[in-house]
């Protein structure tokens, strides 16, 4: 008798040991309420608009890659490419001054092993980079043949122009080589950043003498950093019918409500960047997205992807994401109309 007076079981025979992984097999069955697994594109794919005079069409959330190489290793930034991808994007951001080019390296390697350069739009932004900062003609040249070797590609769809931080070139000198890089195949259209709308108007008149045309801008804008746009720029970008990509969408973060502590904070660059946005202003705002994301039944950072795309000439926004989870989180925003209460809320919040 074995244990509690049952009688011990009986040997496992040949045909029992059959039915066993049978049985198993049954069991990994999918359950007949499962979701049903999705076939063709993904959604996304059918969402494209036109990126303004570049002739260009992407998705409405461009994908940044300031952190890869830098805070995201290469297969942590592959897994964020690929889900990317995977619901429907299909425009890259990056710039030759991002990890000392080690993110188009990991961007480059990307397109590489996917195959998936021609379905891409790429844009890189130059004049960053140590070893050719600024945009004189060799140093802009140098640096395009360098992000175009990193990149594995032999064209650039954006090539944006970064005069923000280092001593600007003669617009005229700089837009002459842009035109050689045109003509030789090696770049599509041109973008900038950091251009003053003074700046922008000489650009159109030079335009009218045969340099080519800036048809986009990235210039940091989210709904709490409003003055860097709002002005002369706004109006110069809109008539001239500038396409915005608008860097800085969540404030270093902040606006994607996982930072609400000063206590909290690393000391480090990005920990005084995110304590600088928490204030009365801030806080007042960020409740007002949380609110407004609870009534919508979207992550607060997708309620700031939404204001933006709200916002006129804004074509689509550049974010930089951590995590793949973000990618979803994000995407989220594209797909969100506000209403004009809600953004009204916004902007008393914001005031």
Not at 22 to 39: F, K, N
Not at 127 to 139: A, F, I, K, Q, R
Not at 248 to 263: I, K, N, T, V
Not at 291 to 308: D, F, K, M, N, Q
Request: with cysteine.
């Amino acid at each position: 008798m074995g244990l509690f007076g049952i009688g011990a079981a009986p040997a496992m025979t040949d045909a029992d040991a059959r039915i066993i992984p049978d049985v198993a097999a049954a069991t990994e069955t999918a359950h007949p309420s499962a979701p049903i697994p999705v076939q063709g594109p993904p959604v996304g794919a059918a969402m494209r608009v036109p990126l303004g005079e570049t002739g260009s069409r992407v998705f409405p959330l461009i994908l940044g890659s300031a952190e890869f190489g830098w805070h995201v290793d290469l297969a942590a930034s592959h897994a964020i490419l690929d889900a990317y991808r995977d619901r429907g994007g299909n425009a890259l951001n990056t710039s030759d001054g991002y990890a000392s080019g080690r993110s188009e390296h990991i961007i480059g390697e990307w397109l590489a092993r996917r195959g998936a350069r021609d379905e891409m739009v790429l844009g890189v932004r130059v004049g960053t980079h140590p070893d050719h900062e600024g945009l004189g003609s060799v140093n802009l040249i140098r640096s395009v043949e360098a992000s175009l070797t990193r990149l594995r590609t032999d064209r650039i769809d954006i090539l944006y122009l970064d005069a923000s931080t280092t001593p600007s070139a003669p617009l005229e000198d700089t837009l002459a080589t842009a035109e050689w890089l045109i003509e030789a195949g090696k770049v599509r259209a041109l973008g900038a950043r950091g251009l003053v709308a003074s700046q922008l108007v000489e650009a159109r008149i030079l335009c009218s003498a045969g340099y080519p045309r800036i048809t986009a801008l990235d210039v940091p804008y989210n709904v709490l950093r409003q003055g860097d746009f709002d002005g002369d720029l706004r109006l110069v970008a809109g008539a001239q019918g500038i396409a915005v990509t608008p860097s800085q969408a969540l404030e270093h973060g902040y606006l994607a409500g996982a930072h609400r502590s000063r206590s909290l904070l690393a000391p480090s660059v990005r920990g005084a960047q995110l304590a600088a946005a928490m204030n009365r202003r801030g806080t007042r705002t960020l409740r007002t997205l949380d609110r407004i994301g609870a009534e919508l039944s979207i992550p607060t950072s997708a309620v700031a992807i939404a204001w933006l795309l709200a916002q006129r000439t804004v074509v689509a926004p550049i974010v930089n994401v951590f995590a793949e989870k973000h990618v979803h989180e994000l995407m989220q925003g594209v797909g969100t109309k506000l209403s004009r209460t809600q953004l009204a809320e916004i902007a008393r919040a914001a005031q």
